[in-house]
């Protein structure tokens, strides 16, 4: 079951998304206005059961940022072995894992653009799996982490990189331009382990793979990256965690191959699904 925010005809709508087109939903349950709020209200259950016998209410549409109201986005930064070694600085890898925010102003939907900025020629991508918290807590052990999932989606991290060198010790100035990065299409239920625990996530750009590895690499596994944010941290539902890129962005490249108008992106995990995106500079 895949679940998506669209719009339509300069409306704003939720639904199912079928080989035929979509199901929209939002009349069905009033109380949930938004595809969050149903995520908050543990209702991806009542949605599926909503479309049984339903017909496709639109063909057309555009996607947006899967769950463009979200309040809470966390990133985890350098999680897979060799994004660290990519930083050639001689460290060791780390002990704890690096975190910053992002904002849902950030990211545009599935087939629409990234947008690069005039300020900057470095717009950069970074394929990852995004959890999406179905239910809250405090100090949640890492045995009990994934009950806590509701769902997954895929992003593409876009990253403007001489922006997150502005500053010693931090990143978010080049990591929440607008519409610099995607999430979607859509969230897909989260119900069984290997979902993750066997996840696959392949990045291309213009058809070339650029970033290919397994979850299963993660220095910070999904389940330690909940106990730990859990620790200094309430997560409610709705709370997304972007759980890490692995090797191959185009800044670390030799040379580096930065993302340019007309580039095509796509992050594709099996189960999930592919999010493509295209590129173009901001009209100002």
Not at 225 to 235: G, N
Request: proline share 6%; with cysteine.
């Amino acid at each position: 079951m895949r679940f998506a925010s669209f719009t339509h005809g300069g409306d704003k709508y939720y639904g199912a998304i079928t080989d035929e087109g979509v199901v929209a939903l939002n009349d069905d349950f009033p109380q949930w206005p938004t595809l969050l709020d149903a995520v908050k209200a543990d209702g991806l259950k009542d949605l599926a059961k909503a479309i049984i016998g339903k017909v496709v209410t639109h063909t057309e549409f555009q996607y947006q940022m899967v769950l463009p109201n979200a309040r809470r986005i966390l990133c985890v930064g350098i999680n897979f072995p060799d994004r660290n070694a990519e930083y050639k600085d001689g460290s060791e890898q780390p002990k704890y894992m690096s975190l910053f925010p992002r904002f849902a102003s950030g990211f545009t939907g599935h087939k629409c653009p990234l947008i690069r900025p005039p300020e900057s020629k470095k717009l950069d991508y970074e394929g990852e799996v995004a959890i999406v918290i179905g239910k809250g807590g405090r100090r949640i052990s890492q045995a009990d982490a994934y009950e806590h999932i509701s769902a997954l989606t895929l992003c593409n991290e876009g990253t403007i990189r001489d922006w997150v060198r502005h500053a010693k010790f931090n990143v978010t100035q080049g990591k929440n331009w607008d519409k610099s990065g995607a999430m979607g299409p859509w969230i897909v239920p989260f119900t069984h382990d290997s979902q993750i625990d066997n996840a696959r996530i392949i990045t291309r750009v213009n058809g070339e793979v650029r970033q290919d590895d397994m979850l299963s690499n993660m220095v910070f596994p999904v389940r330690r990256e909940i106990e730990y944010i859990s620790t200094f941290m309430t997560l409610e539902p709705g709370d997304i965690i972007v759980t890490g890129t692995p090797t191959g962005s185009g800044a670390r490249l030799d040379p580096p191959k930065y993302l340019k108008p007309g580039d095509v992106i796509e992050v594709e995990v099996s189960g999930i699904g592919v999010l493509c995106n295209t590129v173009e500079d901001e009209k100002i």
